[in-house]
């Protein structure tokens, strides 16, 4: 069928109810089209509604050639699966709903169809059809059902039976995931011995007698549903029970996945039911229809699949790191000393870490193995400096982001309360000028001191001259180390994401039991020895797999980069302040005259600043939202800050 031109009289003579079953389908999809104009508005579209209807209305044969294709529709496509699955997803895995829908965006459906859900988004594929179609009153949705309706049976009419059928297949659909073990185990234990799955399907097929009965009475027909709404009520909080659990022992968004499918399905019976109980039927009709138009693009889009879903995860990887941020906020002037003694025990591991890093090179490994290498150098090296309770400045505003965030979550309205958030600001700048401070102040001297022993050992500097001259050049205020240094804060970030991921994993999992309790496990560890790592993995599981997971992204992803040749090196202050103490000696005291070392130190505040700032905001903003924080008056906070600033400026640099 070639496209109809956009005037109705044609588009009426081109209906052909023994017309091939694509033919069909797409005169509908014309026909929508012409109703929805080239720019839509509301009383456009209605208009053009009701003109189609008068149309039809006025000619007897356009009326039952209607008639005639309405039925060969219902014929080849199943409106029940259309009411009672649209817009959920097949399999409840969210791997698999997130293939399906980038199956929807990146290949085209065709109008060949007998998937009655196919069908009704190619007819419906735009916001605004959600709009006129719940514009359109009941007097005109009764003339439309008057034109397509086929003539009543005795007892139920074909729309009642279908509405039925829908509601039985989706309280199948609950009731199958109500009873998974991954859901039932964790409800209430009030929600598992009240039951109410249990009898789901029972009330429903009471209601389908009582509609069913051709001398019903309206009065047992009620009844019979609010037995059925009373029924659903409890289903819903019997999954509510399960959010307590998660809350308080891990998420999992693959459950949470299915947790938001079985509301949503509780949700379109109740409203199947107000179609099916409604004195005013042809109104809930065109608000059905408006809510399947809405959840068929819900259902088509990525974004709001991983925002609804993992909104939870993000919340609880926040909290988790909103507890460990709050370690590291200094407050007095003794925890402002152990983190500057904190942060040097950490600058000076890390100047061996450097010296390990061209070590590395100097052995001229192949791309990804050099990445690889220097990622296990940096992954140890953190994790040492984990267990020997030292720090890494760039590791804390990723933590500390989430801790300030929740701070936003309190009432900070009043003056009162805005100073005590700008006082936590101030602490938490402090603290982080005292970690950068530890690290780079001892890094580079002993940078400089390990490098000048090994020349003085071995007889010859520890790089060549054209080689440190090439670190410095790399390291330089004039290059790109700018985009490189934020570049950092970014996967700083990450690191700070897949932390909270493990630790939700693992108390989610139950992990740590299994290792003090599993027999296989005490059978070669001992009870002692079980427990004890139980206990270590349990309290440290958080930041091994954050300095892990940065180490090697720090040394792999630069070598990953290269193979798209998009060039991406990383600029940790740390290491990038210990590259320059190595370099130094390399290239003799005279360097200290050359214009090369100056711009390569210069980049250092600048390399702090975007590792810190870039690493915070990532992470302050996922806490915003993570914990559903709005409606802060944030020019106060700012102007709060400004004046801090302006009158004691010493108070975010010492307490």
């Given amino acids: 069928m070639k ?37 839509p508005s509301l009383e456009l579209a209605v208009d053009r509604m009701e003109q189609v209807v008068a149309a039809f209305e006025a000619d007897a044969d356009a009326r039952q050639r209607l008639s005639l294709w309405w039925q060969k529709l219902l014929e080849t496509v199943d409106i029940t699966a259309l009411l009672a699955d649209f817009g959920f997803a097949p399999r409840t895995a969210m791997a698999s709903e ?68 829908a509601i039985t297949y989706c309280a199948g659909q609950i009731l199958s995931t109500g009873f998974a073990p991954e859901l039932r185990l964790r409800m209430s234990e009030q929600a598992r011995e009240e039951k109410p799955f249990h009898a789901l399907i029972h009330d429903v097929e009471n209601l389908r007698v009582e509609v069913m009965l051709p001398l019903r009475t309206t009065d047992r027909r009620d009844a019979a549903a609010a037995q ?6 409890a289903c819903r909080s019997a999954i509510s029970s399960v959010y307590s659990y998660v809350e308080a022992e891990g998420i999992s968004v693959g459950l949470i996945f299915r947790l938001r499918q079985v509301r949503a399905r509780i949700l379109r019976i109740r409203r199947l039911l107000d179609c099916l109980l409604s004195t005013d039927r042809a109104y809930e009709t065109s608000e059905l229809l408006s809510n399947l138009v809405a959840v068929g693009l819900e259902r088509r889009s990525v974004r709001a699949l991983l925002s609804t879903n993992t909104s939870l995860l993000a919340a609880k990887v926040a909290e988790r790191s909103a507890e460990t941020g709050e370690h590291y906020i200094t407050r ?22 450097t010296l390990a890093k061209f070590a590395l090179y100097a052995l001229s490994l192949s791309v990804f193995w050099s990445g690889l290498a220097a990622g296990l150098n940096y992954a140890l090296s953190f994790v040492l400096i984990q267990m020997l309770h030292f ?6 505003p990723a933590m500390t982001a989430p801790a300030m965030a929740a701070k936003l979550k309190e009432d900070i309205q009043s003056d009162a309360s805005i100073q005590e958030f700008v006082d936590e600001v101030a602490h938490l700048v402090r603290s982080q000028v005292a970690a950068i401070l530890g690290n780079v102040l001892i890094v580079f001297p002993a940078a400089m001191a390990l490098t000048m022993g090994y020349a003085e050992l071995v007889k010859h500097p520890a790089l060549s001259p054209s080689h440190a001259t090439q670190v410095l050049e790399s390291l330089s205020l004039l290059g790109p180390s700018v985009l490189f240094a934020a570049f950092t804060g970014v ?58 997971s940065l180490g090697f992204m720090l040394g792999l992803v630069p070598a990953f980069a290269a193979f798209f040749g998009l060039g991406l090196e990383v600029r940790h202050v740390t290491l990038s ?22 711009w390569a130190v210069a980049m250092l505040p600048f390399n702090a600043a975007l590792n810190v700032g870039v690493s915070f905001y990532l992470a302050f903003r996922l806490a915003l939202r993570a914990h559903n924080v709005s409606g802060v008056d944030r ?17 975010f640099f010492w307490p």
């Fill in 3 to 39: 496209k109809l031109p956009p005037d109705l009289p044609r588009l009426i003579q081109a209906l052909d109810p023994h017309a091939d079953l694509a033919q069909r389908h797409l005169w509908l999809i014309h026909l929508v089209e012409w109703i929805r104009a080239p720019k």
């Fill in 98 to 165: 997130v293939a399906e829908r980038l199956r929807y965006k990146l290949l085209p459906s065709t109008p060949e169809t007998v998937d009655a859900s196919e069908l009704f988004m190619l007819v419906f594929p735009d916001r605004f059809d959600a709009r006129w179609l719940h514009a359109l009153d009941s007097r005109l949705m009764a003339r439309i059902s008057a034109l397509v309706a086929p003539p009543p049976d005795e007892g139920a009419s074909f729309w009642e039976r279908n509405l039925l059928d």
């Fill in 228 to 233: 059925l709404r009373e029924r659903l009520e």
């Fill in 332 to 353: 007095d002037k003794g925890e402002y000393r152990r983190m500057m003694a904190k942060a040097a025990g950490g600058g000076f591991v890390m100047a061996f870490t």
């Fill in 391 to 396: 720090t890494v400045a760039t590791k804390q």
């Fill in 491 to 548: 996967l700083l970030f990450a690191s700070s994401l897949i932390a909270g991921g493990a630790e939700n994993w693992f108390v989610l999992r139950n992990i740590d039991s299994v290792i003090r309790y599993n027999p296989r496990i005490t059978r070669v560890l001992g009870s002692v020895r079980a427990d004890r790592w139980a206990r270590f993995l349990r309290k440290n599981i958080s930041g091994l797999a954050s300095n892990i």
């Fill in 577 to 598: 302040t210990g590259q320059i103490g190595v370099a130094i000696p390399s290239l003799g005291w005279d360097v200290l005259h050359s214009n090369l070392l100056w």
């Fill in 635 to 651: 020019s106060r906070i700012y102007k709060a800050i400004r004046q801090r600033f302006w009158r004691r400026p010493l108070s």
